[in-house]
Nanobody, 123 residues
Framework: QVQLVESGGGLVQAGGSLRLSCAAS????????MGWFRQAPGKEREFVAG????????YYEDFVKGRFTISRDNAKNTVYLQMNSLKPEDTAVYYC????????????????WGQGTQVTVSS
């Protein structure tokens, strides 16, 4: 298994920026894809962005394209989500996740999860 710990959430004004971090440890040799999901109160968990660890290839949900960027730091074994031009509808708990064998966009495609970090965007 992979242990994941998110950080960097907080409260920002609309139009502001946040950078989320996800530090990975444990059985990192099983990691193939890492991604970010978010879940607002009363809503289903939704995909935000993903990255293939070996190649660095990225993929995004349409509603964040042009505003969010996923990246990795191999030396720090950490994945980041840079969020710019934040909107109130971006308010959610953001989760880091890892998959050992599949590139996907559904929560069931990912087997390891962090505890989540709250992002709140005020208008």
């Amino acid at each position: 298994q992979v242990q994941l710990v998110e950080s960097g959430g907080g409260l920002v004004q609309a139009g502001g920026s946040l950078r989320l971090s996800c530090a990975a440890s444990g059985r990192t040799f099983s990691r193939f894809v890492m991604g970010w999901f978010r879940q607002a109160p009363g809503k289903e968990r939704e995909f935000v962005a993903g990255i293939r660890w070996s190649s660095g290839n990225t993929y995004y949900e349409d509603f964040v394209k042009g505003r969010f960027t996923i990246s990795r730091d191999n030396a720090k074994n950490t994945v980041y989500l840079q969020m710019n031009s934040l909107k109130p509808e971006d308010t959610a708990v953001y989760y880091c996740a890892a998959s050992d064998s599949y590139t996907g966009t559904r929560p069931t495609d990912f087997g390891s999860w962090g505890q989540g970090t709250q992002v709140t965007v005020s208008s």
